[in-house]
């Protein structure tokens, strides 16, 4: 059964730093893409990031760029997400999820929560 | 990106068929077959439930459905059950990124 396991998430004040993780399980991570997905409680989803199979091929939504890093580390199974600079409109429950080779989401975690407040 | 445009709410009773729109532009929704749609019940993840606008994960019921004419896709929810009562999402494949909708709540009466 693939897993993935969202933590790391906590208060931040603003201009903090944070950084997820995602332990993952149940596949083949090397092969796998890994998405970065957030959601204010209540609202929809907003797509953050993609890594491909290393951490030279990533993606990120503009809103993020150049303040979020995604990473991966194969040997851990393990997706990471740094966040820089955080905003209070960075709050938000991020999930990890696997990418299922259409384009598309199959596979979620149960998110971790950031709170960015002063 | 702009979110694509979803009904906030919809609703239908048990037995009933309810559709769910989703508009997007021609550089999302009407520029790729890669429509995806998502169940979530509350405090849960996302559950993907069609993908490449009508295709369906194993394991989920034949009662869901996806199509797309132009900028804007549908999901069908046929045969209502009281646990289709959550929250559904789509998404799109924007070219290296990808966009979602505000995300509809179904209530089964």
């Known amino acids: 059964e693939m897993q993935l396991v969202e933590s790391g998430g906590g208060l931040v004040q603003p201009g903090g730093s944070l950084r997820l993780s995602c332990a993952t399980s149940g596949f083949y991570f090397r092969d796998s893409y890994l998405h970065w997905v957030r959601q204010v409680p209540g609202k929809g989803l907003v797509w953050v990031a993609r890594i491909m199979r290393d951490d030279s091929d990533t993606d990120y939504a503009d809103f993020v760029k150049g303040r979020f890093t995604i990473s991966r580390d194969n040997a851990k199974n393990t997706v990471y997400l740094q966040m820089s600079s955080l905003t209070v409109e960075d709050t938000a429950l991020y999930y990890c999820?696997?990418?299922?080779?259409?384009?598309?989401?199959?596979?979620w975690g149960q998110g971790t929560l950031v709170t960015v407040s002063s | 990106q702009s979110a694509l445009t979803q009904p906030p709410s919809a609703s239908g009773s048990p037995g009933q068929s309810v559709t769910i729109s989703c508009t997007g532009t021609?550089?999302?929704?009407?520029?790729?077959?890669?429509v995806s749609w998502y169940q979530q019940h509350p405090g849960k993840g996302p559950r993907l439930i069609i993908y490449?606008?009508?295709q369906r994960p194993s394991g989920v019921p034949d009662r869901f459905s996806g199509s797309k004419s132009g900028n804007t896709a549908s999901l069908t929810v046929s045969g209502l059950q009281t646990e289709d009562e959550a929250d559904y999402h789509c998404?799109?494949?924007?070219?290296?990124?990808?966009?979602f909708g505000g995300g509809t709540k179904l209530t089964v009466l």
């Open positions: 490449e606008v009508g």
């Open positions: 021609s550089s999302d929704v009407g520029a790729y077959n890669h």
């Open positions: 999820a696997r990418d299922g080779g259409k384009w598309n989401h199959d596979c």
């Open positions: 998404s799109s494949y924007a070219g290296r990124s990808w966009v």
